[in-house]
Nanobody, 123 residues
């Protein structure tokens, strides 16, 4: 079994920064892509940023230039540095990882989600 635990959410004022972390534990052979998604009530969960095992990144247009995704493979952890936060960034943020629990798992791995962490940007 694989567990993802997130941390780092909170309440900040516009223009401030936050750093989210998500650590995976359990039966892990390797991790392919890691990503962050966000969701507001009544709307679908949307991709914020993702990073491949090779370190290639992709960002949603609204966060380009303000957010940075990174990963520490030794710690099975993904980070999201969020700068210049805006009220429209307010949402529940979820991490996602494509994990291979063993070397017999298909190369694409299985998708696992964190429990979510709330980010609120308000003056």
């Amino acid at each position: 079994q694989v567990q993802l635990v997130e941390s780092g959410g909170g309440l900040v004022q516009p223009g401030e920064s936050l750093r989210l972390s998500c650590a995976a534990s359990g039966s892990i052979f390797s991790i392919n892509a890691m990503g962050w998604y966000r969701q507001v009530p009544g709307k679908q969960r949307q991709l914020v940023a993702e990073i491949t095992s090779a370190g290639i990144t992709n960002y949603a247009e609204p966060v380009k230039g303000r957010f940075t995704i990174s990963r520490d493979n030794a710690k099975n952890t993904v980070y999201l540095q969020m700068n210049s936060l805006k009220p429209e960034d307010t949402a529940a943020y979820y991490c996602n990882m494509k994990v291979r629990p063993s070397n017999t798992t298909p190369y694409g791995g299985y998708s696992y989600w964190g429990q979510g962490t709330q980010v609120t940007v308000s003056s």
